[in-house]
């Protein structure tokens, strides 16, 4: 076991835990609620320092109060790392405050910001931390030899590596791209605790055939894929109802469809849980067909199979790991004509389609809050 963190003489906030300056450059509300589950679970005094996302690309805020501090910053999160007002935000938090350790995401546009933490932590004795991917791409489609180079050189400048999960950390380490030692994982997750209170135990056997698409409403998430398929679909299933969650810039032909079907229900972004679980709990399965990170655990928690698309220059999130198909949910081609007899036996078969929900179930436990917490706090605070 490792010895935990040695904070030192006056390193502790005033409540006796370990401080955590969390730097978010977009503060989504899904990342909100499970630090709220990580300070309350794991003792941990979070301040989050928070940037702003764009509503235009379909991010929004709930307006709850968590249990830990927010120092927000009116500045967008292209520009977050290269704005002087955020560097000169946390050179103010360092003189005013001791932190444990910071923690701030791996990724290019960052660098400035990196750096210049970099340049602080000696004199501030803080451990920098980033929970990330195992690989920090150019491009979304494919990886580069500069790539494997750039990653390895910006994880030298962190002290730990977390990683979304853990065949993320153990792809880094093959590929020594960063130490073992270095290297922890905590499977990216949702605030599922919230999810089990309002997910139904089962699918309404009295109501139509049902397939939803949650996420934000971008070219990468690929509406117009969704749609070819359940028009697609209906034609063998006659009955088939659409229910769309998410907003963005794809918004207007997500409207245009269903004010042309009045099958297909657009509800714009939900962010309240109750909201999204009145629609989740009426669907038989979650169909994104493209790129999947988070909505994969959020269909799990439900007990709904997750379909997406193995499509040329699409980038999953590391979520997708936990999609076995066939066992949990369909890994599609992107082709209808192939596409939708698997889709149609998913939803007309009650012994395959409740084979799926379990195996959806089961593999939410394993991506629990909880256990979530547990990993996040060992990574931090352990060394």
């Not at 093959?174 to 135990?201: C, E, H, M, P, Y």
Request: aromatic share 8%; hydrophobic share 40%.
């Amino acid at each position: 076991m490792q010895a935990p963190l040695d904070t030192g003489v006056g390193r502790r906030s005033a409540r006796g835990y370990p401080r955590i300056l969390w730097i978010a450059p977009n503060l989504n509300h899904y990342k909100k609620r499970f630090l709220d589950q990580l300070a309350i679970r794991e003792g941990l005094d979070i301040l989050v320092l928070a940037g702003q996302g764009s509503t235009a690309e379909g991010y929004r805020d709930d307006n709850a109060a968590p249990s830990y501090d927010i120092v927000r910053l009116s500045v967008d999160k292209r520009r977050f790392a290269f704005s002087p007002r955020v560097h000169a935000a946390v050179r103010r938090l360092l003189r005013d405050e001791r932190f444990d350790a910071i923690l701030i995401p791996a990724e290019k546009k960052h660098l400035p910001l990196i750096l210049f933490l970099v340049a602080l932590r000696r004199r501030r004795g803080f451990r920098l931390v980033t929970y990330t991917h195992p690989i920090l791409r150019s491009r979304g489609d494919r990886i580069s030899r500069r790539d494997l180079t750039w990653t390895r050189q910006v994880f030298r400048l962190f002290d730990r590596v977390i990683f979304y999960t853990e065949q993320a950390r153990e792809q880094a380490v093959a590929a020594q791209l960063v130490s073992q030692g270095k290297a922890a994982f905590a499977n990216n997750t949702l605030d599922t605790a919230t999810i089990r209170k309002w997910a139904a135990s089962g699918t309404d056997s009295n109501g139509p055939p049902t397939l939803l698409f949650i996420g934000r409403l971008t070219p990468r998430k690929r509406p117009d894929l969704l749609l070819d398929h359940y028009a697609s679909l209906k034609k063998k299933i006659p009955d088939l109802h659409l229910i769309i969650i998410g907003d963005g810039p794809e918004a207007r032909t997500i409207r245009n469809a269903a004010a042309h079907d009045a099958t297909i229900h657009w509800c714009g972004a939900l962010i309240d849980e109750t909201a999204i679980a009145a629609q989740m709990n009426k669907a038989h399965a979650v169909f994104v067909p493209g790129e999947s990170g988070l909505s994969v655990v959020h269909a799990f928690a439900y007990g709904k199979p997750y379909m997406t698309c193995d499509l040329p220059r699409l980038n999953h999130g590391p979520e997708i790991a936990y999609l076995r198909d066939g066992e949990n949910g369909l890994m599609l081609s992107g082709d209808p004509a192939a596409d939708v007899p698997r889709l149609q036996a998913l939803l007309t078969d009650s012994a395959r389609h409740e084979a799926m929900c379990r195996s959806a179930r089961e593999t939410a436990e394993m991506l629990s809050i909880e256990n979530w917490c547990r990993q996040m706090a060992s990574a931090l605070t352990e060394w």
